[in-house]
T-cell receptor, first 113, second 116 residues
Framework: GAVVSQHPSWVICKSGTSVKIECRSLDFQATTMFWYRQFPKQSLMLMATSNEGSKATYEQGVEKDKFLINHASLTLSTLTVTSAHPEDSSFYIC?????????FGNGTRLTVT | AQTVTQSQPEMSVQEAETVTLSCTYDTSESDYYLFWYKQPPSRQMILVIRQEAYKQQNATENRFSVNFQKAAKSFSLKISDSQLGDAAMYFCAYRRGGGATNKLIFGTGTLLAVQP
């Protein structure tokens, strides 16, 4: 069964609102979680690396004030897309590291109308 | 900076046949890992196979094997006896050694179709 749960699997929101996506490791403690973004028919692009109890490390070009990442516990990291715009519509995937191999969540499809 | 290149956007193979997906990478590191991930239509990322750079022996997992050419910085995936369930997007990925917290860098992917 899945060892990383990502919720919700899909969400539709209105432009200007905020959306929170959760990533949970189900049966292990994840010291590090990664957040990726994937546009249709494209590769996964790393947005940020999240470490439990510390600030996330964002990749170049990713707005940290727009994509808020919180990793408050060893089993949960959240990504909040603030003031969402249609161009934020994408597929967001998390992965959790606590043991080998790296496990991925099932992803969240975000549509901003 | 490390880069991963997959030059085949799409590939097609007949069921039961063999297909090879290409991947090249660029790095100045000596300690690193290479991966092939499968992403079926469900979008779930599934690890297919992994290769440690320090190992000369090519990794094999059942019908999946790699041809790791370190000097050429090439890491191709061979799928033998292709099955309909192998149809998916395949991503080659690189991770620098020194700790699993290092990020994965993905190639652009190859969409594999399996013809019955």
């Amino acid at each position: 069964g899945a060892v990383v749960s990502q919720h919700p699997s899909w969400v539709i929101c209105k432009s200007g609102t905020s959306v929170k996506i959760e990533c949970r490791s189900l049966d292990f403690q994840a010291t590090t979680m990664f957040w990726y973004r994937q546009f249709p028919k494209q590769s996964l692009m790393l947005m940020a690396t999240s470490n439990e109890g510390s600030k996330a490390t964002y990749e170049q070009g990713v707005e940290k004030d727009k994509f808020l990442i919180n990793h408050a516990s060893l089993t949960l990291s959240t990504l909040t897309v603030t003031s969402a715009h249609p161009e934020d519509s994408s597929f967001y995937i998390c992965s959790a590291l606590g043991r080998s191999p790296l496990h991925f969540g099932n992803g969240t499809r975000l549509t901003v109308t | 900076a490390q880069t991963v290149t997959q030059s085949q956007p799409e590939m097609s193979v007949q069921e039961a046949e063999t297909v090879t997906l290409s991947c090249t990478y660029d790095t100045s590191e000596s300690d690193y890992y290479l991966f092939w991930y499968k992403q079926p239509p469900s979008r779930q990322m599934i690890l297919v196979i992994r290769q440690e750079a320090y190992k000369q022996q090519n990794a094999t997992e059942n019908r999946f094997s790699v041809n790791f050419q370190k000097a050429a910085k090439s890491f191709s995936l061979k799928i033998s006896d292709s099955q309909l369930g192998d149809a998916a997007m395949y991503f080659c990925a690189y991770r620098r050694g020194g700790g699993a917290t290092n990020k994965l860098i993905f190639g652009t992917g190859t969409l594999l179709a399996v013809q019955p």
